[in-house]
């Protein structure tokens, strides 16, 4: 049986490096890369995110490799709300918080009503991290999952990389949170493979993504390959691990 891979976070622009992507651009990419099913959101960060989270569920129905994302802004108040339940019902999976992009602190409350909605449609959080003055740093991220214990976090980048250590303390202290390779795993996959040796955080906490198609894929599988993760630690990183919080 051929290993199951799973990416949490790819990105669908209608054009890339000068040639038409979209939907057919994300799936040669994946097959490029070995990768079975892609979570993938809107490229950008726009102030109001509804457009192009419309855009994107209407470009992938009915493509069971591609599980839309939608991204919100927690600042637009009930709109982004009313936003995240329509996705929802169309199709999404996951809700996207970015507030390096729109400008808000995850140890506020800004993104509150955000997660308590997510709680209720049962659907997990992709969250970028990044440094204290995005509003996104491990610790905040840590602080958001406290408050909100049922719903399950993602975190993008896992503190690539000056914070890298910041995210394996948040994710010790909070069950719910796993760490994202996107990134780390194309261009420091053996950063990873430290943290599952030294006990820090065990592979079963530790979820594949690419980033593509500013990231390259198959650099990040290839990346987890590489490295020398038990056959098991390397399955659960690249595509097990997804397939249960997805229940795929």
């Known amino acids: 049986m051929s290993q199951f891979v799973a990416d949490f976070e790819s990105y669908m622009p209608d054009d890339f490096a000068g040639k038409p992507y979209g939907p057919t651009g994300l799936l040669a990419n994946a097959d490029a890369a070995g990768i079975d099913v892609s979570v993938v ?29 939608c991204l919100v802004n927690p600042t637009m108040g009930p709109d982004a709300l009313a936003d995240l339940e329509q996705c929802v019902r169309r199709g999404a999976r996951t809700v996207k918080l970015m507030p390096a992009g729109h400008g808000y602190r995850l140890d506020g409350p800004a993104a509150d009503p955000v997660m308590d909605l997510a709680r209720s449609l049962g659907i997990p959080a992709t969250i970028h991290s990044g440094s204290y003055l995005s509003g996104c740093a491990p610790e905040y991220i840590a602080s958001l999952a406290r408050r909100h214990p049922q719903v399950t976090i993602i975190m993008d980048h896992m503190g690539y990389r000056e914070w890298v250590g910041s995210a394996v303390q948040a994710a010790q202290e909070n069950q719910t949170i796993y760490l994202g390779t996107t990134l780390i795993a194309a261009a420091e996959p053996y950063t990873i493979a430290r943290i599952v040796e030294s006990g820090e955080l065990g592979a079963d906490r530790i979820v594949f993504g690419s980033n593509a198609p500013a990231g390259i894929a198959a650099h990040g599988v290839n990346g987890i390959r590489l490295v020398g993760f038990s056959p098991r630690d390397e399955a659960l990183i690249l595509g097990e691990n997804l397939r249960a919080i997805y229940d795929l």
Do not use: H, T, W, Y
């Not at 192009?52 to 569920?57: F, S």
């Open 41 to 69: 959101f809107q490229s950008g960060v726009p102030a109001d995110p509804r457009p192009g989270n419309a855009a994107v569920l209407d470009a992938v129905a009915g493509e069971p490799r591609i599980l839309p994302g």
